[in-house]
Every structure is written in C-alpha cells, then in structure tokens.
C-alpha cells in the first residue's frame, strides 16, 4: 500500500493534520456523528462560516477553518443515503473521495484525514464503503505527489478491522 497512507483507531477531532474531513448532510449546518462531534469541537464560528457557503451536493466538497479544532480546516462533504445500491451510491461515494482531495491538493493542504463516509446514520455497506476509499486514495496520491499523507480514522473496531483486512492486500490496486 501507498506509505502515504495510514490507518488508526481515534476520534477524528483530534487529529492533527492540515485538513480534516466532516461527513456532513446537504445542509451542512451540522447534524449528528461524526458531523456532530466536529462542530462541537470547533466551536459556533464553523457553524457561522457554514451558513455562509449555502449547503453542498451529495458527492462534492467545501472547504472552511477548524477554528478550535487542532486541524487547520474541515472538508465539508456529503455522502449518498445507501438505499440499496441501484442510485449510484457507489459512485457518488467515490466522488466524496475525489472531491474532498482534489480540493485539498488545491488549496496547498498537505495532510488529510477521513472519517468512513456514509457507513454510519446513511448505512452504506463497511467494507464496500472501505474498498472505495482505499481504491479512490490510492489512485489519487499516485498522481499526487505533493499530498504527503492521508489519515483513515476509525471510531470503532468494526471500521479499524475493515480499513486493515481491506488494505492488506484483498483490494486490487
Ligand atoms: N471521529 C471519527 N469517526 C467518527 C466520529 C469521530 N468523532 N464519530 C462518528 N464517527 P456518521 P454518515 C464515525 O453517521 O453515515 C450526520 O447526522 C461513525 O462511527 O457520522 O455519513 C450528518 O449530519 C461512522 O463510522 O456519517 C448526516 O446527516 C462514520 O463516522 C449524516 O449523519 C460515519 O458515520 C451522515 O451520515
């Protein structure tokens, strides 16, 4: 696997990186999970600066501050609803993971970490999800040198054990 890429067992909002990611809703004016826990932990200003970029499509990114955050910004991106895997989902999920780093590598960000989009409250299968993330991370850090690192951060063991069996080797490249 790409040396650039690591996996831990954490809670998200602690991670010191340049950007981390928030799996947010269509609103992204702040919700529960892992969406919850960022606002909470960085404080009013992100829900203020969030009203102002007007919500996001399922699939795409936006970019704010982490205010008291220890990570420098938030990727705001929303995934698909799984609703059985006939609308696009897995593309849609795919796109989450090209648009949070395609704007990373635009805006100079050098370090990333992600939460497993889409695997809580919006019930997208673990391990489909995972082989998506592992297979969209890895084809873009091989085109993108500058990007030094990607963090997946796994808030329970179900997740930590699907990223490590996933990227041991059981995903083709
Ligand atoms: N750090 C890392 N991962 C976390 C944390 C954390 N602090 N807290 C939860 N997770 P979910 P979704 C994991 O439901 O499925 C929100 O209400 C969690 O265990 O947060 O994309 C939004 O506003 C799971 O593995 O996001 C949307 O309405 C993963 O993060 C909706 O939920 C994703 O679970 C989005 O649903």
């Given at each position: 696997m790409d040396e650039r890429i690591e996996i831990i067992e954490g809670d998200i909002t602690r991670v010191v990186v340049d950007a981390i990611v928030n799996a947010?809703?269509?609103?992204?004016?702040?919700?529960?999970?892992?969406?919850?826990?960022?606002?909470?932990?960085?404080?009013?200003?992100?829900?203020?600066?969030?009203?102002?970029?007007?919500?996001?499509?399922?699939?795409?990114?936006?970019?704010?501050?982490?205010?008291?955050?220890?990570?420098?910004?938030?990727?705001?991106?929303?995934g698909p609803i799984w609703s059985g895997g006939a609308r696009n989902e897995d593309e849609l999920l795919a796109n989450c993971y090209r648009s949070c780093l395609r704007l990373a590598a635009e805006r100079g960000i050098k370090t990333v970490a992600f939460p497993a989009i889409s695997t809580g409250a919006y019930r997208f299968p673990l391990q489909r999800a995972v082989r998506i993330a592992l297979r969209e991370t890895k084809a873009f850090l091989s085109e993108h040198p500058a990007i030094e690192k990607v963090v997946f951060?796994?808030?329970?063991?179900?997740t930590?054990?699907?990223?490590?069996?996933?990227s041991a080797g059981e995903v083709s490249p």
């Open positions: 947010a809703n269509s609103t992204l004016l702040g919700g529960g999970g892992v969406d919850g826990a960022i606002h909470r932990a960085a404080g009013p200003d992100l829900l203020d600066e969030c009203r102002g970029l007007h919500g996001c499509a399922t699939g795409e990114a936006k970019m704010t501050r982490g205010y008291k955050l220890p990570a420098g910004h938030v990727i705001h991106t929303v951060v796994c808030f329970d063991q179900d930590l054990q699907a990223y490590r069996s996933l």
